[in-house]
T-cell receptor, first 113, second 115 residues
Framework: EAQVTQNPRYLITVTGKKLTVTCSQNMNHEYMSWYRQDPGLGLRQIYYSMNVEVTDKGDVPEGYKVSRKEKRNFPLILESPSPNQTSLYFC????????????FGSGTRLTVV | AQTVTQSQPEMSVQEAETVTLSCTYDTSENNYYLFWYKQPPSRQMILVIRQEAYKQQNATENRFSVNFQKAAKSFSLKISDSQLGDTAMYFCAFMIKGAGNQFYFGTGTSLTVIP
């Protein structure tokens, strides 16, 4: 089944403890992206990638890192999480976002205490 | 800066009726794409419909259609014959053609279909 897989689905962590949210797609898509969703703010783009080793900042990159060493994987790294990073996170992929939109993963609910 | 505005935080509609969700956007670019996404309680994001700015004809997907007014920078979504499964949050989104990969989302409209 063609899909974007994120893990974990839920995560509670403490301030300052490094964490990684994994994202993998099996559709051979060039483009991948991370979003966070907050009530009243919609979805905001954190980082995106147009191909292996090509990444760029979105609207809210502060406090996050990404890497794209392989086409299928695009992990999101929080080096030192803070409570304001408590949010619902989505990974997405696309062969061409303009022509096809993005296919989204199921989301990761992160709580930082 | 590119912005997307959804001015209706919540809406409701009777089953089988028609409802229109509004979306306006602001950009100085001429070539772009517009999208509507649906997010049901399962929180999965589902693409509903897509429109290219250079196409005059409004996109249609089964019961979903758009009213694209480029001069007014308006992109409303019409849902006909509303069904209980249409209950969801709906997000309007926008992407500039040829300018990297940035998607801009609105804040969403929560739609409830009433039996």
């Amino acid at each position: 089944e063609a899909q974007v897989t994120q893990n974990p689905r839920y995560l509670i962590t403490v301030t300052g403890k490094k964490l990684t949210v994994t994202c993998s797609q099996n559709m051979n898509h060039e483009y991948m992206s991370w979003y966070r969703q907050d009530p009243g703010l919609g979805l905001r783009q954190i980082y995106y990638s147009m191909n292996v080793e090509v990444t760029d900042k979105g609207d809210v990159p502060e406090g996050y890192k990404v890497s794209r060493k392989e086409k299928r994987n695009f992990p999101l790294i929080l080096e030192s999480p803070s409570p304001n990073q408590t949010s619902l996170y989505f990974c997405a992929s696309s062969p061409h976002p303009g022509n096809y939109g993005y296919t989204f993963g199921s989301g990761t609910r992160l709580t930082v205490v | 800066a590119q912005t997307v505005t959804q001015s209706q935080p919540e809406m409701s509609v009777q089953e089988a009726e028609t409802v229109t969700l509004s979306c306006t956007y602001d950009t100085s670019e001429n070539n772009y794409y517009l999208f509507w996404y649906k997010q049901p309680p399962s929180r999965q994001m589902i693409l509903v419909i897509r429109q290219e700015a250079y196409k005059q004809q409004n996109a249609t997907e089964n019961r979903f259609s758009v009213n694209f007014q480029k001069a007014a920078k308006s992109f409303s979504l019409k849902i006909s014959d509303s069904q209980l499964g249409d209950t969801a949050m709906y997000f309007c989104a926008f992407m500039i053609k040829g300018a990297g990969n940035q998607f801009y989302f609105g804040t969403g409209t929560s739609l409830t279909v009433i039996p």
